[in-house]
């Protein structure tokens, strides 16, 4: 079954301080996703990535960077981290192709003191 | 730019009871349409999709989407709903691209009084 796992499932934070999400799945899919969910705006895409070594900007990229070393690992980097990154991030791996669902993992709760 | 618009925030019903979820969306092209459940403290788990062809697909649990390209819909619908429906629902329209980008609405929180 396809299997999509986040590290840590939850992160407290200080503000300015770095903090990374690690995301691994083992379903062999090219695609993989950073979305942020909050209450009011639902999922929205932070960053993704088509394959090893790419990474593309989502609808709101500013203050993340992404980091794609191996089909299986994409994470996500907050270099300095505010309190407006408090949320629940969650990762995603799709194949290539619209019909093609995609597969979440179980979300990293992150709260940024 | 694709965008996905559920109108309701909340729906409640009681269990045994037949329900829909409505999913509008605005886009030009060749789309994928889908729908996405969540339970409470867990990632998204896919239910259904559509792309072409008969346009009511059916998914796990029972539940049934129908596409319509005259209202730009792609409601969801269950026809007797238990407690455990309840949850988070997201509707979902890709492009028909190879990158499968997906664009989420903001979904509508289903209760199920048993």
């Known amino acids: 079954e396809a299997a999509v796992t986040q590290s840590p499932r939850n992160k407290v934070a200080v503000t300015g301080g770095k903090v990374t999400l690690s995301c691994n799945q083992t379903?062999?899919?090219?695609?993989m996703y950073w979305y942020r969910q909050d209450t009011g705006h639902g999922l929205r895409l932070i960053h993704y990535s088509y394959g090893a070594g790419s990474t593309e900007k989502g609808d709101i990229p500013d203050g993340y960077k992404a980091s794609r070393p191996s089909q299986e690992n994409f994470s996500l980097i907050l270099e300095l981290a505010t309190p407006s990154q408090t949320s629940v991030y969650f990762c995603a791996s799709g194949g290539t192709g619209g019909a093609l669902e995609q597969y979440f993992g179980p979300g990293t709760r992150l709260t940024v003191l | 730019t694709q965008t996905v618009s559920q109108s309701d925030a909340h729906v409640t019903v009681f269990e045994g009871d037949s329900v829909e979820l409505r999913c509008n969306y605005s886009?030009?092209?060749?789309?994928?349409l889908s729908w996405y459940i969540q339970h409470h403290g867990r990632g998204l788990q896919f239910l259904l999709k559509?792309?072409?062809?008969?346009?009511v697909v059916q998914g796990v649990n029972g539940f049934e989407a129908e596409f319509s390209k005259s209202d730009s819909s792609f409601h969801l619908r269950k026809a007797s709903v238990h407690w455990s429906d309840s949850a988070v629902y997201f509707c979902?329209?890709?492009?028909?691209?190879?990158?499968?980008?997906?664009?989420f609405g903001k979904g509508t929180s289903l209760t199920v009084i048993p």
């Open positions: 379903n062999n899919h090219n695609n």
């Open positions: 559509y792309y072409s062809g008969n346009p």
């Open positions: 886009y030009g092209g060749s789309i994928y």
């Open positions: 979902a329209v890709s492009a028909n691209t190879g990158y499968q980008n997906f664009y």
